[in-house]
């Protein structure tokens, strides 16, 4: 199985896009919209930003897809 590394996270506040490489030994619990500066925390049940606003679940999650959190 390939990993995707590459997300496009997109902000729930105002729309903005952009493509963040994932880190492979740990979840990104909280991210800044570059465009508005709210600051994402994962959904409830999510175990980060990336498995909540991006295009890609993050790398813990695809490599265990029975997995709920990381």
Same mark, same amino acid.
């Given at each position: 199985?390939?990993?995707?590394?590459?997300?496009?996270?997109?902000?729930? =506040?105002?729309? $903005? +896009?952009?493509?963040?490489?994932?880190?492979? %030994?740990? #979840?990104? @619990?909280?991210?800044?919209? =570059?465009?508005? $500066? +709210?600051?994402?925390?994962?959904?409830?049940? %999510?175990? #980060?930003? @990336?498995?909540?606003?991006?295009?890609?679940?993050?790398?813990?999650?695809?490599?265990?897809?029975?997995?709920?959190?990381?």
């Amino acid at each position: 199985m390939e990993i995707i590394l590459e997300s496009t996270i997109t902000c729930p =506040e105002c729309g $903005h +896009q952009k493509e963040e490489t994932m880190p492979t %030994d740990a #979840c990104q @619990y909280f991210y800044e919209c =570059e465009n508005c $500066h +709210q600051v994402l925390k994962p959904k409830e049940g %999510d175990c #980060c930003v @990336y498995c909540s606003y991006g295009s890609a679940p993050c790398p813990p999650v695809q490599l265990d897809s029975d997995q709920a959190y990381c």
